[in-house]
């Protein structure tokens, strides 16, 4: 947030707990006139009662009486309008705090989503170039056309992704779930990386023939989200390790990595979207704070559970717990 932002907020800031703490001292003002008001009617009351008045006693109990309900009426209204400024005021500011954070995080994903679409285009051009304007030889041409699909992949998995957050958002996205083979599908996807990555090492330890109920799109991009995470925040010569086991009626898919790791009080973050540890300035790995977002709701379009804990002894360790699809 630059500097006429957080001068701004501050103003903001200090204006609306000025004109709060102005509304509640005038209530108080209000109640305390209306009570010495109530008090001076009642003495003047009291002073015309003539004391030789046979229901002198009744009519002295009634004026005070009388003031009693109007002192509890003005306690009880004030009591009403006071618990309305607060509740409202509390209500406000979170709202306020939270649309501000929010601009804040959706500023960081432009500034994320620019870099990120710029670099794949950028690379992708160069290689092109390169090779259309040089004589490359086999094995060089091979690596540059590597890279560029990488690239291109990278670039189609921001875009989808993005268009997925939009659609489940405003909830235009329909989901088509039937009985998927998740262990093929998980070797599919861990094949595709080790073509993308084949300097990386990307271990599996996947059962076989394990069913359950839902969308091979979601659940491709679920994969695709969780191992790209992994490989982000880890070290070229770490291990990324995929398993895939059933215990009883459960599915538990894990993607284990050897990385920097969470902190505590950022693990239940993560999942929020657009939320990045960090500054997009300063921040090294790339990435738009969508993912992990869009890992959480697919797991929760399929009825199953995301979290993350960490991994000995460095790391993290994303596990997703499914509902097992019983086969006749």
């Known amino acids: 947030m630059n500097t006429n932002k957080k001068r701004r907020l501050v103003l903001i800031t200090f204006v609306y707990w000025f004109l709060l703490l102005y509304i509640m001292a005038a209530l108080v003002f209000w109640f305390i006139s209306l009570n010495s008001q109530n008090n001076k009617i009642m003495e003047l009351k009291l002073g015309e009662v003539a004391k030789n008045d046979p229901l002198y006693q009744q009519k002295i109990d009634e004026i005070h009486d009388e003031q009693r309900r109007k002192s509890a009426q003005y306690i009880g209204e004030g009591a009403t309008f006071f618990l309305l400024i607060v509740v409202g005021a509390v209500f406000v500011y979170r709202a306020t705090r939270r649309q501000i954070k929010l601009s804040q995080q959706q500023e960081n994903f432009m500034m994320a989503v620019t870099h990120e679409l710029k670099t794949p285009i950028a690379v992708t051009q160069l290689n092109l170039e390169t090779m259309l304007r040089r004589q490359l030889e086999d094995e060089t041409r091979d690596k540059l056309i590597r890279h560029t699909l990488q690239e291109a992949e990278r670039l189609n998995q921001l875009s989808s992704n993005i268009l997925l957050a939009a659609q489940l958002d405003g909830g235009k996205y329909n ?154």
């Open 175 to 328: 989901t088509f779930k039937q009985e998927i083979d998740l262990s093929e599908l998980t070797m599919e996807v861990l094949k595709a990386y080790s073509n993308r990555y084949p300097l990386r090492h990307i271990t599996s330890l996947v059962e076989p023939e394990i069913y359950i109920n839902g969308e091979s799109l979601l659940l491709k991009m679920l994969l695709n989200n969780l191992v790209e995470n992994a490989l982000k925040y880890s070290p070229k010569d770490k291990q990324v390790r995929v398993e895939l086991n059933r215990e009883k009626d459960l599915v538990e898919l894990k993607v284990v990595d050897e990385g920097i790791g969470i902190a505590a009080d950022e693990k239940a973050k993560v999942f929020t979207k657009f939320y990045r540890v960090g500054n997009e300035n300063t921040r090294k790995a790339h990435g738009t704070g969508l993912g992990l977002y869009l890992s959480k709701k697919i797991a929760q379009a399929h009825k199953a559970h995301i979290g993350v804990k960490d991994n000995q002894p460095q790391g993290s360790i994303f596990t997703v717990t499914f509902k097992a699809d019983e086969r006749k």
